[in-house]
Structures are given as C-alpha cells and as structure tokens.
C-alpha cells in the first residue's frame, strides 16, 4: 500500500530554472512532512520539512509547500544547481507512530 | 557535525548464512530505525527501536529479523537465515526524540548481496 507517491521518476532542469518535485499522499493522519536528497552510494540526506500546520517552509533556495485539501506537497528549488542532481524522497510521518513513510523518489538532472 | 555510520558498506553472503549489519546512531539520539531499500524500488520501513525495545515494525520484520542495542553505541540488524530476497541497501537512521520537528538522519548503508 503505497501512502506516499512520487509519480515522476525523473525530472531534468535547466541550470538556473526552477525545479518542482511533486508528492501526492493519502494518508490523513500525516502530519510532519519531509524531503530528503540522495547521492549514489550515500544514505538519504534531510533536506527540509513543514508541519500539517502549516502551507509553506522556506530553506535558501529550497521551499517546500503542502496542500492538506489535495494531500499534495511539492518542493521547489530556485534556482536549480548542478550540484542538486541527486534522488529526493518525500516523506511523511503520522503522530499515532514512529514509522516514517517514503515515496519511490524522483530522480533529479540539472543541466548545466 | 554528529553522524549516523554503518559498517560494513557492502556484505556478500550466501544464501541461508547469518548476517549482523551494524551501526552506531548519533549519540544523543533516542530513537532507532532499519529501512532498506531494494534495487529501484522504494525505502521501506523494516523497525524502530526505543528504550531498549521495539516501538513499531513492518510485515518485512518476520522472525528471520532481530534488532539489538548491545551497549551504549552500536544498534545492530541480524537476519539468521539469508535469503536470496534480502538483497538491499539496508539504512540505519535515528531521531533525537519524539514530536513532530525531528527528522531522521540516515547512515550511508550497508549493501547486502545474497548469493
């Protein structure tokens, strides 16, 4: 059962253009969200995160925005690096337990 | 700044053979978890660990799964009896403690190959 989905698999971005990562959930009792970034070889990296309290978290370049009515998250990334070319994982987590859900991630290719 | 390592970063094992993957948690964390994640497929929650006991674990953790925190730093996965299907990057992850803004620091994995 599939409570957090990322239905792009990869995503390719212009150097300098915004890139938008996508999560969609169904769970909703999740109340703490969270992207993570993933380079070959490493474990997941916490990113940035935003409580069901609130519609949006701002980190640098990095915002993440959630959408409670569509169950939907995004994050975007402005403006896009090469060096942000890595796997990013949405995350969610619901307050009856410890259990941390992640989506499929989606692969992201800067281009320089 | 503190990290969560994990040794070793690859084990190969024959199949039916006993495994112990290894980590040691940041050291003021409380929380404990195994994920792992399987050759393109999603990471997926395997356990998590509290004051010395399971707080929550998934269908994957059957019997052939145990968890242990031997003294104060390692927290360690054994799975007894390998099978073919346990090949996956096996991440170890902790939490400083309960409540919403905490999120989970990751090692960088162990990979698992089961011949």
């Known amino acids: 059962d599939q409570q957090v989905k990322q239905n792009s698999p990869s995503l390719s971005v212009q150097e300098g253009r915004i890139s938008i990562l996508n999560c969609d959930y169904t769970n909703s009792m999740f109340d703490y969200f969270l992207w993570y970034k993933k380079y070959p070889a490493e474990g997941p990296t916490f990113l940035i995160s935003?409580?069901?309290?609130?519609d949006k978290n701002e980190d640098g370049r990095f915002t993440v925005f959630l959408n409670k009515s569509a169950k939907h998250l995004s994050l975007h990334i402005v403006p896009s690096q090469p060096g942000d070319s890595a796997v990013y994982f949405c995350?969610?987590?619901?307050?009856?337990?410890?259990?941390?859900?992640f989506g499929t991630g989606t692969s992201l290719t800067v281009i320089p | 700044e503190p990290e969560v390592t994990q040794t070793p970063s690859h084990q190969v094992t024959q199949m039916g053979q006993e495994v112990i993957l290894r980590c040691v948690p940041i050291?003021?964390?409380?929380?404990f978890y195994w994920y792992r994640q399987i050759l393109g497929q999603k990471v997926e929650f395997l356990v998590s660990f509290y004051n010395n006991e399971i707080s929550e674990k998934s269908e994957i953790f059957d019997d052939q799964f145990s968890v242990e925190r031997p003294d104060g730093s390692n927290f360690t996965l054994k799975i007894r009896s390998t099978k073919l299907e346990d090949s996956a990057m096996y991440f170890c992850a902790s939490r400083r403690e309960t409540g919403r803004g905490t999120p989970l620091h990751f090692g960088n994995g162990t990979r698992l190959t089961v011949t």
């Open positions: 935003i409580s069901s309290i609130k």
């Open positions: 050291s003021n964390h409380l929380y």
């Open positions: 995350a969610a987590r619901d307050d009856t337990g410890n259990q941390f859900y």
